[in-house]
């Protein structure tokens, strides 16, 4: 039997991270708070954000957090092509036949690049959580293991430090480094799915905030459409929320540019106010 309340954050940069918070924001406003979910699930961009919503803090404050210089996180900047990024994917995956063989590649691609140390990274994590304490509600913050390529789910019960969950579902292949914990390596859970929807399985109401939209960077089992069809078809009430036209623009062509935050925030607040979640698909 189908129960509760799962809100399922995707992925995105820390544009994604500032729209997908504006965009809470503006929905909580507007009288459609889905912010108390039974259960948060995140995936890169979506696990800072589910860590940030079990932290306590309102919505307003941690509208603050991505809009007010003194407040945002010390984020490191990255520069990011996306075109030259995917080239490079590309020759990374020359003649791979499987999705699974695709994640290993993809693994020993992060693995061998060239990054900030990992300490450095974790420590910029590090300022984006209100407090490094698992909220007691159910969370789940998806990474996957660089040397297997299988998905590692972690929650509270993992014994393993949210910060380091968090850093380890954020860990971007080729961008930043991938996450020891345990003595193994974690690359970012977007590398399975942006989304990670099919673990809200069970749930009756399933928002999903998708600020990478439909398509996805790596080839996943299932697109993310297909996913909702088969939930819906279970049973589930599925909404997905997806950036619109001022906030693709406000994202812009560098998800990982810490300039974007202010802009990507104001336009999700925008967007959130706007939307009836009712009508979206």
Same mark, same amino acid.
């Given at each position: 039997m189908l129960e509760g309340q799962a809100l399922v954050l995707g992925g995105g940069g820390v544009a994604?991270?500032?729209?997908?918070?504006? &965009?809470l924001a503006g929905l909580a406003e507007g009288g459609q708070d889905v912010t108390g979910a039974d259960l948060l699930i995140g995936t890169s961009a979506g696990a800072a954000v589910a860590a940030q919503l079990g932290s306590g803090l309102s919505l307003d404050e941690l509208f603050a957090r991505q809009t007010e210089p003194s407040l945002q996180a010390k984020e490191i900047p990255a520069e990011l092509d996306l075109e030259d990024f995917a080239a490079a994917f590309g020759t990374a /995956?020359?003649?791979?036949?499987? @999705? $699974?063989?695709? #994640?290993? #590649? @993809?693994?020993?691609?992060? +693995?061998?690049? $060239?990054? @900030?140390p990992e300490a450095d990274r974790r420590a910029a994590v590090a300022t984006r959580l209100p407090s490094p304490e698992w909220p007691e509600r159910r969370m789940i913050l998806v990474a996957v293991d660089a040397r297997t390529g299988e998905p590692r789910l972690f929650d509270k019960t993992s014994g393993v430090a949210l910060i380091d969950a968090v850093a380890a579902s954020c860990a971007v292949p080729g961008i930043w480094p991938p996450v020891t914990i345990g003595g193994e390596r974690y690359v970012d859970g977007g590398v399975r799915s942006p989304?990670? /929807?099919?673990?809200?399985a069970g749930a009756a109401e399933i928002v999903v905030i998708a600020p990478m939209g439909v398509d996805a960077p790596f080839p996943a089992?299932?697109?993310?459409?297909?996913l909702a069809d088969e939930l819906r078809a279970g049973g589930a009430k599925v909404t997905l929320v997806v950036p619109d036209e001022a906030s693709v623009a406000a994202i812009g062509p560098n998800p +990982? $540019?810490?300039?974007? #935050? &202010?802009?990507?925030?104001?336009?999700?607040?925008?967007?959130? #106010?706007? +939307?009836? /979640?009712? $009508?979206?698909p």
């Open positions: 994604g991270i500032a729209w997908t918070t504006g &965009l /995956l020359e003649g791979v036949t499987s @999705v $699974d063989e695709m #994640r290993r #590649r @993809v693994g020993a691609f992060a +693995l061998a690049a $060239d990054t @900030v989304h990670n /929807l099919d673990y809200a089992d299932k697109p993310l459409d297909v +990982l $540019d810490p300039g974007t #935050r &202010l802009p990507a925030a104001e336009a999700g607040r925008a967007q959130g #106010r706007g +939307l009836t /979640l009712g $009508d979206a």
